[in-house]
């Protein structure tokens, strides 16, 4: 499942920021601010909103932040997280 999670994040990724990159490019510990994710608000707000859409999730304003959006596997691990609990 984690895997998955992975994967869907990474198209989240590249449809709605990235969209130069192709899913080899993104590794599981990759900075995303090295590939423009979290360079402004409007990016961020995007992709959370993006990422709530997908995994129809809800994802609280307060726990947003750089440790959040640091690279592929801190997001699907907060996913999967949120998804494992039920927290939605």
């Avoid at 590249?14 to 510990?29: A, V």
């Amino acid at each position: 499942m984690r895997q998955e999670i992975k994967n869907r994040v990474k198209k989240v990724l590249i449809n709605k920021l990235l969209q130069d990159s192709r899913p080899e490019d993104i590794k599981d510990d990759t900075p995303l601010i090295e590939l423009g994710v979290g360079v402004d608000s409007v990016a961020t707000l995007e992709l959370i909103v993006a990422l709530e859409e997908e995994f129809q999730i809800g994802i609280d304003e307060s726990e947003i932040n750089r440790e959040l959006l640091t690279n592929l596997t801190s997001i699907s691990d907060y996913i999967s997280d949120r998804i494992r609990t039920g927290s939605r």
